[in-house]
């Protein structure tokens, strides 16, 4: 009998654990003997470091174009119980519930935005999944339609001041503008005010990134709060917890993001993210014959303390590492360590504007229009996987780039 791999998810981590493992079961010559079938929510990869852009065209990849000629069953639907000690996932999908069993597991089922328990929260907005960011747009279209008329229909909230914070307040007022251009009307002067919890915007940048954020918040005419939070939202307006009232049609909410749910399934302890903790080859030490890959795992990446990100540049790399490791645990051969540490940050800031940041510190590197165009490398071309099956197969090897050298 085949041996079953099981991924949930089919973000980054999942499709790349997927063609890993494809590709190791044939260097292993056992791809006769294993099947390997992936559960997500839909057809897609979604490319999420994009969901904040002007145009959500082409931000989705089709899994079955891969998974298809690759053997790869993709089940759509949502794994919603998973029992570690009878090795099963019940999954719902369209025709109903399934239960699924394994051999191995790999989980990769990423991260969802954190859920704000204030009044009005159903009447934000978010770009944390497609169908999110597709409901924006299609706000954004509605409001355009009446040329923004009404109260407070030209302001845009944003909550939260994290990466994806600023690129949707820099990126915003572009992305109504060309909906009013699409609809043949004038372009408007949109206001923007980008809310934040701490004193003080891109604090976790070092001193001069920080300052370069501030300068083009400034430049770009965004009106920055900080030290307060949303605390709640009507269809006119949004509260903060200091008292003001902002006159808005549009909320929307960037206040970081949590491990998927199914993280709780799993025995161990699990960081302030919900994140279950691995160790050097992406197992769970509870659990033998499951490895979590992806936002939803902690990875040590060295020897000073520092941990994986939530970031594509961990999660394609450990879903490389979870489909090889799977395979090699189930037949017998010897896991490989995870060993990527290097660390950039990239930022979109809007027209001719992005920035690029090195190691922990997140050091300046390339600001303006040479950061814009680094970032937009990176998310264009950098975490697509290549057109060719083939070559996507061959680039599913766990081996360490070195993304700032790659970036500059
Ligand atoms: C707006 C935005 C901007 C970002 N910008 C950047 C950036 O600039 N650079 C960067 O490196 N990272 C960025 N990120 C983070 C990056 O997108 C994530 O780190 C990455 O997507 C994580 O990959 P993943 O595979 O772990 O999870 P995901 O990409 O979240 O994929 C998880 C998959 O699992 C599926 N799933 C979840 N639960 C279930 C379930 N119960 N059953 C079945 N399927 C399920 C989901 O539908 C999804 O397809 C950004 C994220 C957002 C939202």
């Not at 029992?83 to 989980?107: C, H, W």
């Not at 915003?172 to 809310?195: G, R, S």
């Not at 370069?212 to 949004?238: C, P, Q, R, W």
Request: charged share 20%; with cysteine.
């Amino acid at each position: 009998m085949k041996k079953k791999l099981l991924v949930i998810g089919g973000g980054f981590a999942g499709f790349w654990s997927a063609l890993s493992a494809v590709r190791q079961s044939r260097e292993l010559k056992k791809e006769d003997e294993l099947e390997i079938t992936v559960i997500n929510m839909d057809e897609y990869l979604t490319i999420r470091p994009r969901l904040y852009e002007v145009s959500l065209e082409g931000l989705r990849v089709e899994l079955n174009k891969y998974f298809k000629p690759l053997n790869i069953k993709l089940i759509i639907g949502k794994a919603e119980i998973i029992n570690p000690e009878k090795n099963q996932v019940t999954v719902a999908t369209e025709n109903g519930s399934r239960m699924l069993a394994y051999d191995y597991l790999i989980l990769s089922s990423g991260s969802v935005l954190k859920a704000i328990d204030i009044p009005g929260i159903e009447k934000t907005f978010n770009v944390d999944t497609f169908n999110g960011a597709q409901k924006l747009e299609d706000h954004l279209k509605q409001l355009a339609g009446k040329n923004f008329n009404g109260e407070g229909a030209a302001t845009f909230v944003i909550a939260g001041s994290g990466l994806t914070g600023l690129e949707v307040a820099t990126v915003i007022k572009e992305k109504a503008n060309k909906i009013l251009a699409d609809q043949a009307q004038k372009p408007i002067d949109f206001k923007v005010v980008l809310i934040e919890k701490a004193e003080k915007v891109g604090s976790y940048y070092s001193t001069e990134a920080q300052n370069y954020v501030i300068e083009t918040l400034n430049a770009k005419d965004i009106t920055v709060i900080t030290g307060v939070t949303l605390d709640g939202f009507s269809h006119n307006g949004a509260t903060l917890s200091n008292g003001q009232f902002i006159a808005s049609q549009t909320v929307v909410s960037t206040v970081g993001l949590v491990a998927s749910s199914l993280s709780s399934f799993f025995k161990g302890e699990k960081d302030k993210q919900g994140r279950l903790h691995v160790n050097e080859y992406l197992q769970l030490e509870e659990h033998n014959n499951v490895l979590a890959a992806g936002d939803v795992a902690n990875v040590p990446v060295d020897d000073k303390g520092n941990s994986s990100i939530m970031a594509c540049q961990f999660s394609m790399f450990l879903g490389k590492w979870a489909g090889h490791n799977a395979v090699n645990a189930l037949f017998g051969h010897a896991l490989k360590p995870y060993n990527y540490t290097d660390y950039v940050t990239c930022v979109d800031l809007g027209q001719q504007d992005g920035m690029l940041t090195t190691g922990w510190e997140r050091t300046l590197l390339s600001s303006g229009i040479e950061g814009k165009t680094i970032k937009m490398e990176v998310t264009t071309k950098l975490i697509y996987p290549a057109d060719d099956v083939q070559t996507a197969l061959e680039d599913s090897y766990p081996e360490v780039p070195n993304v700032s050298q790659n970036a500059v």
